[in-house]
């Protein structure tokens, strides 16, 4: 069963596919919008660069409820 992502984690944006190429690396995994993106490095850095992937917060439309778990 895959995490739900909670206040502060890396979440998807949009589609990220599997074999993409991210600063020269292959993305390991395929993350739906919404997703918990828990990859490292230069690949999370180049994702979050174009916009592929955000920090969860409670302020953006779409985040949960503040105080909510």
């Given at each position: 069963?895959?995490?739900?992502?909670?206040?502060?984690d890396m979440v998807a944006t949009?589609?990220?596919?599997?074999?993409?190429?991210?600063?020269g690396k292959n993305v390991s995994r395929t993350f739906e919008p919404?997703?918990?993106?828990?990859?490292?490095?230069?690949?999370l850095d180049g994702l979050v660069a174009c916009?592929?992937?955000r920090e969860l917060r409670a302020d953006i439309p779409g985040g949960?409820?503040?105080g909510a778990e």
């Open positions: 069963m895959a995490k739900r992502p909670k206040l502060g949009g589609n990220i596919q599997h074999g993409e190429i991210v600063e919404g997703d918990l993106v828990d990859l490292s490095g230069d690949v916009g592929a992937v949960p409820a503040e």
